[in-house]
C-alpha cells in the first residue's frame, strides 16, 4: 500500500504540473509531407500516355484527355484555337449539342473542353456513360454550321467590348511586345476572326487532338484494371496523325526599356504594365523560388512590396500586383496596375525602384516567412481538389520532374534563403530591359518618353498592333457636319433638308439587342416627337430594365434597380445641346463643343474624328471619309466614381422616307458587348409618349 | 482523466450506404461537457477545425433579435490572449482560412490549417470559448459591418424581405418568427449586460461541438484537446473563471464571497485554499442551464394572404407552408417532391411556368428544414402582364398533380441521381466533412448518420412522394403574400 502511495506521490506532481499557460501561442509541427500516390503510367497502342491516379476516398472519377501538339503561331487567323475549344462541346455526329447536354445531366456528370482537352468527371457507377459521351464528342466532333456562326457572332461582340477594355488592350500590347512570331503574340482582331472558317476548326481539331503525343488523365475511384479496360473501349479507336510539335522560343529580349502607348481617349487612369519574358520553363529548378520572390515583390495580399508603397504609403493605386508567369512555351514576368493619369509617371518610377531594390538588396525576414507560409498553406488546400492531383501527376510526366517533386514542394518551400531570393532575382530580373506598356490619355505620353531608352515611344492599337497616325484633316468640323447632314437626308442643299424635316412629326425605331451573356433578346425602343420630345425603353422577358424621357425641358430615366430619376439641371443643360432627330443639325446653335481631331484609319476605313463636349460627357464620333455617314461614337462617362465607356457602331443604312438610317447597332458598355439590328422604323406613326416616362 | 476518455471512446461501426464510402470517426465527451468528433483523412495535409455551438436566432430575448448573429461578428474580435485584430491574422499567416455562419439554431465557427498547425486552431478555439474578449470599438465596428450586412442582402435585395415576412405569419409562437439578421434596433438597443449574459448561457464546454477533421493523429490531438479544452472550467464553474478574469476584486468578492486572491491565477482548477476549492467544486457540479424554446406545435389552420410592397418592378408570390423538423422521417421524400417540382432546368415548375406558359421570369420551390419545424416555399416573379393569382393557379395544379399521380419512372431516376451525386459531392473536402459530422450529432444524436443519411433518401418510393404532397401541402392552410411595387416606382 504504502509503496503505491509512494509511486502515486512521484507521478502526479508530473502528471499534474502540466499547468498551462494559455498566453503561449502554440508552435507549427514540421511541414507535412503529402501523400500523393505515385501515378500509374502505360502507353495504348495508339499513342496515349495514360496516367492513372487511383483516390477511392469518393467514388467518382475523372477523365482529362489533353493533346500533346503544341500552341500554334496562328498568324492571320489569330484565336482559331480559342473559337476551337468553345465549339468542341456543340454536338457530334451521333448527338445534337440538346441530347448531349440532356445525357449529361441525367447522369449528373460534367463535360467540358478546351483548345488543348476534353474531360469529364461523374460518379464511378455512371462511368460508361460519361466515357460513351466523352468518346463520342472527341471522336466525332462535328462542328454545326449554325453554332460556329452563335459562337462566331459572340466573339464578335467580345472584340468589341474589349475594344474599351483597357486591362485587355494592354495584355494584347504586352503579349506583342513580349512574344512577336511566337504562339503567345497572337491576337484575336475582327480581321482574324473573319478570316477563321468552320472548315478551319475543323482542320484544327483534327490536327491537335491526335492520340499521338496525347495525356489521358484518370482521377479517382477506380483500379489499374478497370482503367487499362475503359480506356480501350473508349479510346481505342481514336486515329489521328501525328502531334503537332514547335518549339517556341523565349521570347524577345531588349536592349533598355522601351515604353509602348496605347491611346485611349479622354481616359481618366492609365493601365500600366511592366514586364519583361524570362528564359526558365516550367519544372525548372528555380520556379519555386522565383516565386516566392513574386510573393514578396507584389504576389498577394496587402503586405506585397509593390502594394505597400503604391497603395499604403503614396496612395497611387487601389491595387498593385506582380505575376510571374512560367509555362511550357515561354515564361514573363509582369507587374502593374491602374494609375490616376497625374501620378501615372510617379508610379512607374516606383515600380522600377521596387524591381531595382529586389535585385539588389535581400530581403527581410519577415516578407519571406509570410509569403512562404501563405503559399504552403494555399498549396496544400488546393491538394484537396481531385484536379490539383491531377495536374500534378501530369505535370511531372509531361516535363519531366522527380516523381517526388510535389511530395517535396514544403520542404523545399521552406529551405528557401534570402540568398535564394537575391540570386533569382538577379538571374531572371530586370529593371533596365523592361517593356513599359501604358494604355491611357494621350495627354500623358510626354513624361513617359523618360523612360524609353532611346525616348521614341510605340503607339499600338487595341489589338497590339502598330496604330496609324491620325492624319489631317482635309475639312473643316462645320464642313463635316454639313456633309454629313446632307448625305444622311439624301439632300443637295441645307434648304431642301430644312423642309425635309419640316414634314417628319415623329419618329420611333426598335431594335433587337442580343448579348452573349443574356439567353433572350432585348428591345430597345427609341422614340422622338416633333419639335424635341424624346423617349428610350429597354426590355426584354416582360420586363422593362431602364426607360428614359425628355421633353425639352425636363426628363427622367427609370431604371429597374434604382428606380425613378429626374434629370438635373446639368443633365437638362447637355441634353439641349444634342437633341432632335439629327442633333448634328443643332450643334452650331446649341453651345455644344466639337472639334475635328483628324482622320484615322481603322481597319483600312479611313474615318474623320469629332470631337464634342457637351458640359457632361466627352464624345467622339467617327464619320467615313468615303460618303461621310456616322460609323461609329465613342463616350466616356462617370457613374458614382466608375467611368463607363460606351461605343456604338452604325451600318447597313437604308433609306427610310429619304433619310438614311443605320440598321444595324452594335452597342458596348464597359465589359458588355450587345449586337443590334433595327427590326422596324416608323416616321410619323403614334408614339405612346406617356409610357416612356 | 485519461480513463474516462478512453472509457468515453467510441468508434461507429459499419453501415455502408449505396456507393457511397464509410466516413470513420472516433468521438467522445469531455467532463466538462464538450463533444469530440475526430475524422482523420491524411490524403491532403490540411485540417479543419470547428465548433459548433448550439445557440441561434431561436435562443434569442424578443427584445434582442439579431443577437446570435451579431455575437459570431463579435467573437472575432479577440480574446485574453488574442489582441483585437489578431485571430484573423494569426490563421491567415499561418496559412490558414477562416469563416463562421449562424442560422436559426447554430452558430457555427471553423479554421482550414495546414495540418502542422492543427495546436494552432485548436488554441484559437479555444480562446473563443474560454475567454472571448470584446471592447467597445469592437461592438461599434462590427454593429455596422452587421448593418451593412442587412442593407446588403435584406433591404437591398428586391423581394429581400419575404424570408422575413414568410417566416412571421408562419410562426406566431416559436422563435423562428423572426429571422437570424433579425433588428437593428435591437442591436443599437443592446448593453454590455447583454453580452455578458450571452456569452455567459450558451458560448459553454456544454453547448460546444468540436469537429475536427484532416490530415490529423487522432492521439495527438486527443492530447492537444486535453490541453487546451479539457482543461477547461465545467459547470456554472466557467463563469467563475470568467468573472475572476474580469471582475474588480470587490465585485468578485461580493458575488462569491470569497476573495480573488484565494484563487491561483496560473492555475485556476487547482487553487490550493480551501475556500477556492470548495467554490469551484460546488460550481463545477451545477450545469449551467441552457434555456431552448419549447418545439413549434402551432398549427396553420386557414390561408392567411397578405400584400406587400416593396422596391421591386415585377410583381412577386410567394406560398409558405408548414413542413415537419428536418428530423422527421418524411422529410427525405419532401425533399425528393421538391427536386422533382424545382430541381433543375427540366423540373416540372420550370418547364411549365417558366418555359411552356412564360408566366413567370423565375419559379421555384425550395424545402427549408429547421431543429424544431420545416417551410416548403413556392416562389414565382411574374413576367409582364400575368396576375399573380393566375400564377398560383398554376403553382396549384402542379401541386395537386403531385398529390394525385405518382412521378414518373424517369423523373424519379434522374433525381436519384441527382440527390446521389450532390450528397457524395457534400463529402468531397474535409470542412465539408467536419460540419456534417457535427450537424448529424447536434440535430438528430448521431454523426454517423453522415453514413446513413443517402440510404434514407434511396429508400423513399414514389408512393412516399405522393403521400407526404397529400399531407403536407395543404391548400386550406398556407401563407400567401403577393409582392407588389410601391406607388413611387410604378
Partial sequence: MKKIFLFIGLILPVLGSAQLDRSVRPQPGNAPNINIKDSEVFTTANGITVILSE??????????????????????????????????????????KDQLDNE?????????????????SCLTKHMDKGLELMSDVLLNANFPQSEFDRIKKQNESGLMAAKSDPSAMARNAEVKVNFPNHPFGGVMTEATLGNITRADVESYYRSTFTPKGSYLVIVGDITKEKATEVVNKYFGSWKGGEAYINAAGDGNFNKGNRVIFVKKPGAVQSVVYISFPMKIRTGDNDQLALTVLNGILGGGGFGTRLMQNLREDKAYTYGCYSSTNITENGSWMSMGGNFRNDVTDS????????????????????????TKSSMAGSFARSLERPSTVARFAFNIIKNDLPKDYYQTYLKRLEAITKDDILDMSQKYFTAKNCNIVVVGNEEILEKLKVFDADGKIEILDAFGDPAKEMAKADITADQLIEKYILATTNSKSMKEVAKKMKKIKSYSETTELSMAQVPFPLKSTNVWMAPNKEGSKLEGQGMVFQKSYFDGEKGAMTSMQTGKKEMTAEEIAAKKKASGLIPEMNYKTSGMNYELMGIEEQNGVKMYVLKLNDGETETF???????????????????DGETVETVVTYSNYKDVNGIKFAHAKNISMGEVGFTGKVTSIEVNGKVDYESFK | MRKIILSGLFIVGALTANSQRKIEFVEYDLPNGIHVILHQERSTPIVAVSVLYHVGSKNENTERTGFAHFFEHLLFEGSANIGRGEYSELVEKNGGMLNANTSQDRTYYYEILPSNQLELGLWLESERM???KVDNTGIETQRSVVKE??????????????????????????????????????????QEEDYVNFYKTFYVPANATLSIAGDLDIEQTKKWIDKYFASMPKGQAITLFRDFENLSDADFTARYGVDKSKFDAKDFMKSKSPEAKKLIASLSAKPIDIPRPAKDTEKLTSVKKDVIYDNIQLPAIFMGYKFPPQTNEDSYALDFMNEVLSGGSSSRINKTIVEKKQMATFAFSFNYGLEDAGVGIFAAIASAGNSLDDIQKEFDEQIDLMKKELITQEEFEKIRNK?????????????????????????????????????????VTREDIQRVAQKYLTQDARVILHYLPKEENK
Avoid at chain 1, 476516398?57 to 475549344?85: C, H, Q, W, Y
Avoid at chain 1, 467617327?622 to 462617362?637: E, L, R, V, W
Fill in chain 1, 55 to 96: 483516390n477511392h476516398k469518393l467514388p467518382k472519377v475523372s477523365f482529362d484527355i489533353f493533346t500533346g501538339s503544341d500552341p500554334r503561331i496562328e498568324g492571320n487567323k489569330a484565336g482559331l484555337s480559342d473559337m476551337a475549344g468553345e465549339l468542341i462541346l456543340s454536338g457530334t455526329a451521333n448527338r445534337s
Fill in chain 1, 104 to 120: 449529361k445531366d441525367y447522369i449528373g456528370a460534367s463535360l467540358g473542353a478546351s483548345s488543348t482537352s476534353i474531360s469529364m
Fill in chain 1, 347 to 370: 508610379a512607374i518610377t516606383q515600380m522600377l525602384y521596387e524591381l531595382d531594390r529586389i535585385t539588389t538588396s535581400l530581403v527581410e525576414d519577415d516578407e519571406l516567412s509570410l
Fill in chain 1, 621 to 639: 464620333e467617327y464619320y467615313s471619309t468615303a460618303d461621310f455617314m456616322k460609323m461609329k461614337t465613342y463616350s466616356i462617362s462617370e457613374n
Fill in chain 2, 130 to 132: 474560454l475567454h472571448a
Fill in chain 2, 149 to 190: 450586412e442587412k442593407r446588403q442582402r435584406v433591404d437591398n435585395q428586391p423581394y429581400g424581405s419575404f424570408f422575413t415576412e414568410m417566416f412571421a405569419r408562419l410562426f406566431t409562437v416559436h422563435p423562428y418568427n423572426w429571422a437570424p439578421i433579425g433588428s437593428m434596433e435591437h442591436l443599437d438597443a443592446a
Fill in chain 2, 419 to 459: 440527390i446521389e451525386n450532390d450528397f457524395i459531392s457534400s463529402n468531397s473536402s474535409v470542412a465539408g466533412i467536419a460540419e456534417n459530422l457535427a450537424n448529424n450529432h447536434v440535430y438528430y444524436g448521431t454523426a454517423n448518420r453522415v453514413n446513413t443519411e443517402l440510404d434514407k433518401y434511396m429508400k
